[in-house]
């Protein structure tokens, strides 16, 4: 299970979605013809409305995700699989169909953020500045040794995740996401309280030191490459 960390207006908020859920009260559901992009309004409060995530890791980078992965992943929230209290309200059988999440998916996957820092004018404010370089689908240099994270990479790694990092099939593309996030979920795999693959709740991370997981962290944002469109 993934660690549930919600306070302030987003406990309030789960709360209250889940007492209406409760009482049979469904989230509206979107009329006839609306596309991954309207369904997507509702996620946008939390992962951005280009689907690139929010409060630095916190939500994570959704945009040029695999569609295949993003589908999995809805689908285990709605059935339970993976426990994240705040997705509950909107992953239920009965507020998020199958056609709703293949729907979403396909339009996040196909989304493609930026991967160049953005050019400012001397007018442009913090806030527009900010929230520009939020939707660059690149993130910081991790401290790490680089050259044993791309060692452990390319020898456990690649063969879920690709050699370029972008996944492949349910496998999810690491490159551009947040470290704070991907760093999270690896102590959520570690703590068995998340399953890291198919054979159950421990994995390849169960035999590596802390130290190779933080140089793995920092392999995977030294290989990103700021002149390619991430792909799907």
Same mark, same amino acid.
């Given at each position: 299970?993934?660690?549930?960390?919600?306070?302030?207006?987003?406990?309030?908020t789960?709360?209250?979605?889940?007492?209406?859920?409760a009482a049979?009260?469904?989230?509206p559901?979107?009329?006839a @013809?609306?596309?991954?992009?309207d369904?997507?309004g509702? +996620?946008?409060? &939390? =992962?951005?409305?280009? #689907?690139? /995530?929010g409060?630095r890791g916190?939500?994570?980078?959704?945009a040029?995700q695999r569609?295949?992965?993003?589908?999995?992943?809805?689908k285990?929230?709605?059935a339970?699989?993976?426990?994240n209290?705040?997705?509950?309200?909107?992953?239920q059988e009965?507020e998020?169909s199958?056609?709703?999440i293949?729907?979403?998916?396909?339009?996040?996957?196909a989304i493609q953020?930026p991967t160049?820092?953005?050019?400012f004018?001397?007018?442009d404010?913090?806030?527009?500045?900010?929230?520009?370089?939020?939707k660059?689908?690149i993130v910081?240099?991790?401290?790490g040794?680089? @050259?044993?994270g791309?060692n452990?990479?390319?020898k456990? +790694?690649?063969s &879920? =995740?690709?050699?370029? #990092?972008? /996944?492949?099939?349910k496998?999810?593309?690491?490159?551009?996401?947040y470290?704070?996030?991907?760093?999270?979920?690896?102590?959520s795999y570690?703590k068995?309280?998340?399953p890291h693959?198919?054979e159950?709740?421990?994995g390849?991370?169960?035999?590596l030191?802390?130290?190779?997981?933080?140089?793995?962290?920092?392999?995977?944002?030294?290989?990103?490459d700021?002149?390619?469109?991430?792909?799907?």
């Amino acid at each position: 299970m993934e660690p549930v960390r919600i306070n302030g207006a987003t406990l309030r908020t789960a709360i209250a979605l889940a007492l209406l859920a409760a009482a049979g009260v469904a989230w509206p559901a979107a009329p006839a @013809g609306d596309s991954g992009k309207d369904i997507n309004g509702v +996620c946008a409060a &939390c =992962h951005g409305e280009f #689907g690139q /995530g929010g409060k630095r890791g916190e939500y994570p980078r959704l945009a040029g995700q695999r569609a295949a992965y993003l589908k999995d992943q809805l689908k285990s929230f709605r059935a339970r699989k993976r426990i994240n209290i705040p997705m509950y309200p909107y992953t239920q059988e009965r507020e998020l169909s199958d056609e709703d999440i293949d729907s979403v998916s396909e339009y996040l996957a196909a989304i493609q953020l930026p991967t160049k820092w953005p050019e400012f004018k001397d007018s442009d404010d913090a806030l527009t500045r900010l929230e520009a370089v939020e939707k660059v689908m690149i993130v910081p240099r991790a401290e790490g040794d680089i @050259g044993n994270g791309k060692n452990i990479y390319q020898k456990e +790694c690649f063969s &879920c =995740h690709a050699r370029d #990092g972008r /996944g492949r099939g349910k496998f999810p593309m690491l490159v551009g996401q947040y470290t704070s996030y991907l760093k999270k979920q690896a102590d959520s795999y570690l703590k068995g309280e998340r399953p890291h693959d198919e054979e159950g709740t421990t994995g390849i991370l169960n035999k590596l030191k802390e130290q190779d997981i933080l140089d793995i962290l920092a392999y995977l944002t030294s290989i990103q490459d700021p002149e390619r469109a991430e792909g799907k």
